[in-house]
């Protein structure tokens, strides 16, 4: 263990620990475990393998960082620390029989509380599903144990996910950790928050309008959407089940493509999957991107943005050009229609799922979730074909622009993250924060959120790639090269 926390301090990653002297064992345990929790998941798994960290030892630092930093935050719904503790230990004894099942395992995570877990309640952060304990693990879920992971806990998220602030959650809100009065963007809000302020190593968020990325962008981490069918839902509570998607959410692009690798894959359980190859995703993390050609889109598709969002995005674009990428500007009329076209078709699929309820239980639902519900009961089967016939038109588009690029960039969110107290008061009224992300929920797209800067009251901002359909390894491979001529992505927030 010394011998890893000299490595990081050394290499610059927490400063220099010899700088403050210890005032006694118990102080240099508390500084070792809040080192420890900083660490990433590719870095966790070779202290593991070296002996130089076990399993063990990880768990429960960030069962400590839990228990001193959640209260703040409120990232988790249910904590799991004696399960926490067993699955550490028998991945330790794993690991000293040299029969590791892989990278993740003894990897701490902490999952969207709308993956079911096998004996363990499954919220959807909301009033109805509070005692709800399934009988069965999602699939994602049991891939990532047969990886090994070691499981902390179930994360706050917004009601039944409809919803892009997590502030509407039967659990509270949950805080950003860059400003405890501002959101996390949602509706993976508390996986956002537990990242930032590094409780957990992974985790598995749902994006349906952006909600793996938003608050990826907001709270300064990396979020991945992985192409339409590419992971399985099966088990994962759905708000729209044509535009749902599941994926990781990390702290860098090397952890959320080994966290992909484990989890995607066609599924029998699930038919929107596609039975394509997985390729490997770590290895096209080649940091390479000479000659790609990176799209950004023109006309008034980008505008409305803050000013330092604007200025940070502009600044990447100079830092994609001098790795050796080129620029071209596409226009994609249908982008501005986008917003319309994704409330005509996810409003009624969310309002089809929860039909029973509202009818019978309609005073369980938070009045922000209910109202939009209720909306979506509203909206007539012509609008709805309508809403089809713009994504059909959407998707043409963008089909025609990517003959000529190879990735999409845009900024993540148009705007940093808001004060919750305004959010509250707007009562849950969110106004386009996901008409960045939506679009290619739409379109089944691949999209990642990785951190790009930050504004001027020090919260980040998310820089947005996108791919074509089933070329994860694109996106992978030009956010890596951009995170690695950047340091953004090593800022943490002072908790």
């Known amino acids: ?87 550490a230990r028998a991945a330790e004894q794993r690991l000293g029989r040299g029969e590791r099942l892989g990278s993740l395992d003894g990897i701490p995570f902490a999952i969207k509380d709308l993956y079911e877990t096998k004996g363990i309640r499954t919220t959807a952060g909301s009033k109805i599903l509070a005692d709800y304990v399934p009988a069965e693990d999602a699939t994602c879920i049991r891939r990532l144990r ?13 009601e039944w996910a409809f919803g892009a602030t997590n502030v509407v959650s039967h659990f509270g ?19 956002g928050a537990a990242l930032a302020a590094s409780l957990c190593l992974g985790s598995l968020g749902s994006d ?28 994962v509570v759905p708000l729209s089940g044509s535009l749902d998607h599941a994926g990781p959410m ?27 190859p997985v390729p490997d995703y770590p290895a096209a993390l080649s940091g390479e991107v000479r000659g790609l050609r990176v799209g950004v889109p023109g006309g008034d598709a980008l505008s409305g943005l803050d000013k330092d969002v604007e200025t940070s ?26 917003e319309a076209i994704w409330e005509a078709i996810a409003g009624p699929e969310a309002a089809a799922y929860h039909r029973r309820n509202l009818e019978e239980r309609p005073e369980d639902f938070s009045e922000p979730v209910r109202l939009r519900l209720q909306q979506g009961l509203q909206i007539r089967a012509v609008d709805y074909l309508r809403g089809l016939e713009g994504l059909q038109q959407l998707r043409a588009e963008v089909a025609q622009q990517y003959a000529k690029i190879d990735v999409l960039v845009t ?31 739409l379109t089944g797209q691949p999209a990642i959120s990785v951190p790009c800067g930050f504004d001027s009251q020090g919260l980040p901002v998310g820089l947005q790639i996108v791919g074509r359909a089933f070329d994860e390894e694109t996106v992978l491979r030009v956010a890596h090269a951009y995170e690695q001529a950047t340091d953004w992505h090593k800022a943490r927030p002072n908790l």
């Open 1 to 87: 263990m010394p011998a890893l926390v000299d490595k990081l301090a050394g290499a610059g990653i927490y400063g220099d620990a010899t700088q403050t002297p210890f005032r006694g064992e118990e102080d240099q345990r508390t500084m070792k475990a809040d080192q420890l929790v900083q660490l990433t998941i590719a870095e966790a798994a070779r202290s593991f393998q070296s002996g130089e960290l076990s399993p063990v030892e990880l768990t429960r630092a960030c069962l400590e960082r839990i228990e001193a930093m959640d209260p703040k935050l409120n990232a988790f719904i249910t904590l799991l620390p004696e399960l926490a503790m067993a699955e």
């Open 146 to 158: 047969e990886q090994g992971v070691v499981l902390l806990g179930k994360l706050n998220m917004h």
């Open 173 to 191: 809100p949950a805080h950003n950790p860059w400003g405890l009065d501002r959101i996390t963007g949602g509706s993976s809000g508390g996986s």
């Open 208 to 235: 349906t309008g952006g909600s793996i990325r938003m608050p990826a962008s907001m709270c300064g981490i990396v979020g991945l959407k992985p192409t339409y069918g590419r992971v399985s839902k099966h088990g």
């Open 250 to 276: 990390t702290r860098t692009v090397e952890d959320a493509a080994l966290v992909l690798q484990a989890i995607a894959g066609p599924d029998p359980d699930d038919l929107t999957t596609e039975d394509v």
């Open 313 to 338: 995005f502009r600044a990447t674009l100079k830092t994609l050009e001098s790795l050796g990428a080129s620029l071209v500007e596409v226009h994609i009329p249908a982008l501005q229609r986008a």
């Open 411 to 441: 900024p993540t969110t148009a705007s940093t993250a808001s004060r919750i107290e305004d959010e509250l008061a707007a009562s849950g009224r969110e106004v386009h924060i996901h008409r960045l992300t939506c679009p290619f929920n």
